[in-house]
Structures are given as C-alpha cells and as structure tokens.
C-alpha cells in the first residue's frame, strides 16, 4: 500500500514564505504525475500546482510567479515552495500522486494559514 505524508505546514504571516514536503512510500514501481491541491473553508478543492515525471510543471493563475513545485525521483518526494503568501492562500493543502501507471493516492493534508 502506498503511502503520502505531508509536512511544512503552519501560520505565518501575509508576505512570508513556507515549504511544503510530501514524501511517497510503499509499492512504486514508477511514479508519474504528483501535485498540490488545496481546499479553503467552504470551497471546492483545486489543483494548485502539479509536476510530470519529465519534470513539466503547471500552475493555477493565483500562484503563479509566488509558489514552485518541485520533485525529487530518487525519494519519490514532491515539495511546494510558497512565497509572498496572501490571506486567501489559506487551506488545506493536499499532495496527490499517480503510481504504477493508473494508480492514484492523496495524502492526509496540512493546513496553511496566512494572517494578514
């Protein structure tokens, strides 16, 4: 079974910077597309940021220019640079992951929160 687990969540305050980590385990025999997803109270959730395995990256429109995905294949980690954090960056944020080719699994989530 394969595991997701989240961490570099907090509070900090409007401007600042966090760096979120989300480490894979389990049976991965390869791992393919992983992403942040984030969901504020009362909100649907939405895909922030995501990373092919070739290293391809997309963003929503609210944090490009602020927030970078990143992964490391080697220990199947996938992190989110946040900077020049905003209020309503305030979340919930859930890494995802896509394994073994069809195979999908979500992490437990951290909860970011910017104070203005």
Known sequence: QVQL???GGGLVQ???SLRLSCAASGRIFSMNAMGWY??????????VARITGGGS???VDSVKGRFTISRDNAKNTVYLQMASLKPEDTAVYYCNA???HYLEVWGQGTLVTVSS
Not at 38 to 47: D, F, I, N
């Open 5 to 7: 687990v989240e961490s």
């Open 14 to 16: 409007a401007g600042g």
């Open 38 to 47: 984030r969901q504020a109270p009362g909100k649907q959730r939405e895909l």
């Open 57 to 59: 990256t997309n963003y």
């Open 98 to 100: 896509n394994y073994n």
